[in-house]
Nanobody, 115 residues
């Protein structure tokens, strides 16, 4: 069974940085485009960034220039380096394949940007 486990969230001041990790079990990771998503309370879950297995990347306009997505196929792990964090980045972050597979959602990791 595929499992995705997000970690690395926490409380950070505006302008600070965090690095999220997504550890994947199974063979799904190495053969798929992977993505980071985020969801604010009462809103839909939106794509933040995605990365192909050949490291081609895409970023939402709201995070372009501040966030960097990467992956280590040998370790079945994906990362999201988040710099210059803003209060509006305060949401729960999830990883999944792209396109989404609803069976793969994990618990997510909370990011809170506040002074």
């Amino acid at each position: 069974q595929v499992q995705l486990v997000e970690s690395g969230g926490g409380l950070v001041q505006p302008g600070g940085s965090l690095r999220l990790s997504c550890a994947a079990s199974g063979s799904i990771f190495s053969t798929n485009v992977m993505g980071w998503y985020r969801q604010a309370p009462g809103k839909q879950r939106d794509l933040v960034a995605r990365i192909s297995r050949f490291h081609s990347t895409y970023y939402a306009d709201s995070v372009k220039g501040r966030f960097t997505i990467s992956r280590d196929n040998a370790k079945n792990t994906m990362y999201l380096q988040m710099n210059s964090l803003k209060p509006e980045d305060t949401v729960v972050y999830y990883c999944n394949t792209y396109p989404i597979n609803s069976n793969y959602w994990g618990q997510g990791t909370q990011v809170t940007v506040s002074s």
